[in-house]
């Protein structure tokens, strides 16, 4: 991770000039797929990520139901031009345990027991890839399972943060995830503050790791933001169509 000829501060500033508090420009739009029951394409940074969902639908196969709620199926995909050596295509190790990290945070937050024997299924397809991808991809997600109108208890979001060149910093670039000394994803439910996801990659001390979770949090709330937005956007042109 660590290359000490790389620079990630210059006159204070982060490579791409942010603070050390400011996130990557963000853009949500929610509903853009027809046949989808709900979708979301948003940008972040570099990142661009559609998100397609479907159900709460009869599981299939049987076996997989579960009687008493429905069960999540988050499925991450990167595109074979997502990243700059093309990534050979289909599922791979990181893509299987962001799909399940993803999944269970989702099953946190949504109203499962209404509906036993089902399936919600949220596939999230990268088709450009910057670093923050999982925390990306679940924050659309969230704007595409409210725009299909699945009960949850809230929109689940997320944002990371980390440790460049021995300071704290919000929602690390690509270059910072590289050469940086941690990255802390994290999601939670922006009403109750519940935590959804927590991973870490690196090294931070535990006040180090106190003060990015806060940060992160911080992170969190601004994209929540946003994400009410672009559902108010979408219903406010469909009532003034109507
Ligand atoms: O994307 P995220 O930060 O959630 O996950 P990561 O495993 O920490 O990956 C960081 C970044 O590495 C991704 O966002 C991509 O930009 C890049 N990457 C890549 O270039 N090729 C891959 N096969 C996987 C990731």
Redesign the pocket.
Known sequence: MKNDNIKLFRDGKRVDGRATDDLRPIKIEAGVLHRADGSCYLEWGGNKIMVAVYGPREAIPRHTQNHLRAIVNARYN?AAFS??DR?RPGPDR?SRE?SKVISEALEKILLLEKFPRASIDVNIEVLN???????AGLTAAGVALADAGIPMKDIPVACAAGKIEGQLVLDLG?EE?NYGDA?L?VAISPRTGEILLLQM?GHLTFDEFEKALDMAIKGCNKVSELQKAAIIQKYKVELEVE
């Open positions: 990167m990243v700059e990534k990181r962001i890839a910057e670093a923050g991808t999982r925390c690509k995830d990255d994803p990659d």
